[in-house]
């Protein structure tokens, strides 16, 4: 089990509902990042945070919207979502001034009705 | 930006034989190339990297290979066992342009037959 944890690990909304992801880090880290993995597709970067500054939004739908109150914590909130939002929703952190170790949670996986 | 192209999509091998996971990237500012495995249901665990400095790098039975000249990096393992069996990625990362992050290839499923 790696030190990233991420709740719920299952939610399936509707398109009109508001939601929330979490994550949380237990390793120290300095920087948390948010991805998004879809059947047949790579790994795709939405959000960076370092030293809970978001330092990349990598051309997002607004409907995501993030949130770090802390180093440790990181948020992820969802609304108006559309189906093909449906995929699964990875956090991962590194330490602030090696952003190239990243070690990842478990995924949420979401499913939009 | 980067672009991470990553062959085959699937590979089917004996137990105990070698299997090896080709990529190729883009941007010749790259510096780290990590490897991850993901088994179903889990995220991402990384496995091994490689830096670029480093030409090869080992541990146990996973091996990790870089041509820079070629742009291109191979993940090797030998004595493939039972509990290999899971998709692998590769990354290249990047930095510039106000773009920090892993660039993802999509993927080998890799299948262990016994």
């Known amino acids: 089990e790696t030190g990233v944890t991420q709740t719920p690990r299952h939610l399936v909304m509707g398109m009109t509902n508001k939601k929330s992801l979490k994550c949380e880090q237990h390793?120290?880290?300095?920087?948390m990042y948010w991805y998004k993995q879809s059947a047949k597709k790579p790994l795709e970067l939405m959000f960076v945070y370092n030293f809970k500054e978001q330092t990349e939004n990598n051309s997002v739908p607004s409907r995501f919207s993030p949130e770090c109150p802390n180093s440790s914590h990181l948020f992820l909130h969802l609304h108006t979502l559309q189906p093909e939002d449906s995929a699964l929703y990875l956090c991962a952190s590194s330490q602030g001034d090696l952003p190239y170790e990243q070690y990842f949670g478990p995924g949420t996986r979401l499913t939009v009705t | 930006g980067e672009n991470v192209e990553q062959h085959p999509s699937t590979l089917s091998v004996q137990e105990g034989d070698s299997a090896v996971i080709k990529c190729t990237y883009s941007?010749?500012?790259?510096?780290?190339f990590p490897w991850y495995k993901q088994e179903l249901g889990k995220g991402p665990q990384l496995i091994i990297d490689i830096r670029s400095n480093v030409g090869e790098k080992k541990d146990q039975r996973i091996a990790v290979t870089l041509n820079k000249t070629a742009k291109h990096f191979s993940l090797h393992i030998t004595e493939t066992q039972p509990e290999d069996s899971a998709v692998y990625f590769c990354a290249g990362f990047y930095s510039g342009g106000g773009a920090d992050g892993l660039t993802f290839g999509k993927g080998t499923h890799l299948i262990i037959q016994p």
């Open positions: 390793l120290g880290h300095n920087a």
């Open positions: 941007d010749s500012a790259s510096n780290y």
